[in-house]
């Protein structure tokens, strides 16, 4: 089969490899879309230390069934579906807590580290254990499906925290996370949303999204910004979706006394936390990982649609184009926001 392959830093070479053989427990998905994710993006130049060459990328996925096991229930080949983008065992303390994404073996499709190389969906076909599945509604396209999974990790995050009537929250960054994240809150109760980010053209469009206030964090002091916006109290809850130290900081400064900050995003490794500000104003801080049961109330949102994500694609191309697509989002990703690959 044709994957794209991931043979060392900033070099992606589509190349024909073994089809993958499935176990009793597993089908086979003949990969219809899967989106780039910015993970990859930073795994593809060796930044986030977690796609460690050679490796097949590729989480955000959605295909049809081509093969099953004999111990499969429940789905029948031809199929459309999606699927949690990381294995989960199923019968650790934590799966049997309804915590999936602390699994103790937990491994992510697409993801190489010293510890797993689990082959990712950037490839004609994948295969995926049956317990990690969920049928796609006819009338959700494949493309729009590839979403599924960072609208339910958005999800998740939102369910960290509880969100009362007329709060305020802000979020950072809005990129694919941080704009599901606005999708989703505009559904909710919450009063205000804010949204920061340095991209004017994003803040526009978290504008059309739902978004009530928007803030240039490289033009505005985002800590006076807000504290305008919410009559000096500050923020009652913010989803942090960047994960470098300026963003973090911003987070913990804008928020209330006994405010909450739930951290998405992960791409600085280590950060400095301002402790005594944490500690003297009670602040709780959640961080939250991948999602667990997020993903079917995801598939209803769009298949009633509640949620519209085609919006947020802003080009699709083949996967022979996926190397051009991956250079093009590291060295001059401006006007681009979620890139498709189709097969």
Sequence with gaps: MKALVLEEYKKLVVKEVDKPEIAKNEVLIRVKAVSICGSDVHGYDGTSGRRLPPVIMGHEASGIIEEKGSEVSGYDIGDRVVFNSAFYCGH??????GKQ????GYKVFGVSTEDFNLPGAMAEFVKVPAHLLFHLPDNIPFDQAALIEPMSIALHAINRVRLNLNDTAVIFGSGTIGMMV???LALSSVGKIIIVDIDDEKLESAKQNGADFIVNSAKSNVKQAISEITGNKGA????????IPPTLSGAVECLRKGGTVVLLGNLSKTVEMPMQQVVVRELNIKGSNLCTTEYNDSISLLE?????VDDMISHTCALEDGPAMFDRLHTSPAGMKK????L
């Design 182 to 184: 606005l999708k989703l």
């Design 339 to 342: 890139v498709v690959m189709l």
């Design 92 to 97: 650790c303390i934590f799966c049997l807590q």
């Design 101 to 104: 994404n602390l699994c103790v």
């Design 236 to 243: 009652d809850v913010v989803f942090e979706a960047v994960g």
């Design 304 to 308: 009633t649609g509640n949620i519209r």
